[in-house]
């Protein structure tokens, strides 16, 4: 059993928060406004406790950046303090919105959020994943037809056979996950999210992940 804590409360980070929390971790949900949590704990399961983000990123093992991608940088380089020394899975997308509000441009084309999270958290070891679907899919890969990819990216690789079981945990089976190698690999993959707002502008909001067919 290993502590996570998950920073941000909505689809993405209730929907770990749930899942993880039934594999047997002891979770925390990380929320900026912790008068707000008694609204934000309806639904979810009562074992999962709730804390303000940096007594979240501060008391937790894992740390899971679920916050919008577009302030992510801002909001977790004001914990390097408390991510010193922690592993952090990042799950986020950084982009600007579309006029639609769907995603559109890249906020660090050329690099990625995850590199950017690593330079400003230097003790911190920062790997990412899950960012190539539709929220649900992260927890329950086997609902679609095809067999989905888990990519990682990051610099370390202990970290990764971390990220590795937690994903086992989520589901997913050992043939899914594709390491790609170091964090700036991490490129590639967010600029995969370039390709979600068509295939929701044409197919509507169904599951899917952007996957490695073989």
Same mark, same amino acid.
């Given at each position: 059993?290993?502590?996570?804590?998950? &920073?941000?409360?909505?689809?993405?980070?209730?929907?770990?928060?749930?899942? /993880?929390?039934?594999?047997?971790?002891?979770?925390?949900?990380?929320?900026?406004?912790?008068?707000?949590?008694?609204? /934000?704990?309806?639904?979810?399961?009562?074992?999962? #406790?709730?804390?303000?983000?940096?007594?979240? #990123?501060? *008391?937790?093992? %894992?740390?899971?950046?679920?916050?919008? !991608?577009?302030?992510?940088?801002?909001?977790?380089?004001?914990?390097?303090?408390?991510?010193?020394?922690?592993?952090?899975?990042?799950?986020?997308?950084?982009?600007?919105?579309?006029?639609?509000?769907? $995603?559109?441009?890249?906020?660090?084309?050329?690099?990625?959020?995850?590199?950017? &999270?690593? #330079?400003? /958290? $230097?003790?911190?070891?920062?790997?990412?994943?899950?960012?190539? +679907?539709?929220?649900?899919? +992260?927890? #329950? $890969?086997?609902?679609?037809?095809?067999?989905?990819?888990?990519?990682?990216? !990051?610099?370390?690789?202990?970290?990764?056979?971390?990220? *590795?079981?937690?994903?086992?945990?989520?589901?997913?089976?050992?043939?899914? %996950?594709?390491?790609?190698?170091?964090?700036?690999?991490?490129?590639?993959?967010?600029? +995969? %999210?370039?390709?979600? $707002?068509? &295939?929701?502008?044409?197919?509507?909001?169904?599951?899917?992940?952007?996957?490695?067919?073989?």
């Amino acid at each position: 059993m290993t502590s996570i804590g998950i &920073l941000g409360a909505g689809r993405v980070g209730a929907n770990l928060a749930g899942k /993880l929390s039934a594999a047997g971790h002891r979770v925390t949900l990380g929320v900026r406004n912790p008068e707000d949590t008694a609204a /934000l704990a309806a639904g979810i399961a009562p074992q999962i #406790a709730f804390a303000d983000q940096r007594t979240t #990123a501060r *008391t937790a093992e %894992i740390v899971i950046n679920a916050t919008p !991608g577009a302030t992510s940088l801002d909001r977790l380089a004001d914990l390097r303090a408390e991510l010193s020394g922690k592993l952090l899975v990042d799950v986020s997308n950084a982009t600007r919105d579309a006029a639609d509000g769907l $995603p559109g441009d890249l906020c660090y084309p050329g690099s990625s959020l995850a590199e950017q &999270l690593q #330079a400003a /958290l $230097p003790d911190t070891r920062v790997v990412k994943t899950l960012n190539t +679907m539709l929220f649900m899919v +992260m927890t #329950a $890969p086997d609902t679609l037809t095809v067999p989905p990819t888990a990519y990682l990216s !990051g610099d370390d690789e202990a970290a990764k056979e971390t990220v *590795t079981g937690l994903l086992g945990d989520l589901g997913w089976q050992p043939g899914w %996950i594709e390491d790609l190698g170091d964090i700036t690999t991490a490129r590639a993959t967010e600029a +995969m %999210i370039l390709a979600v $707002p068509h &295939l929701l502008r044409r197919h509507g909001f169904k599951p899917f992940a952007v996957s490695l067919a073989r």
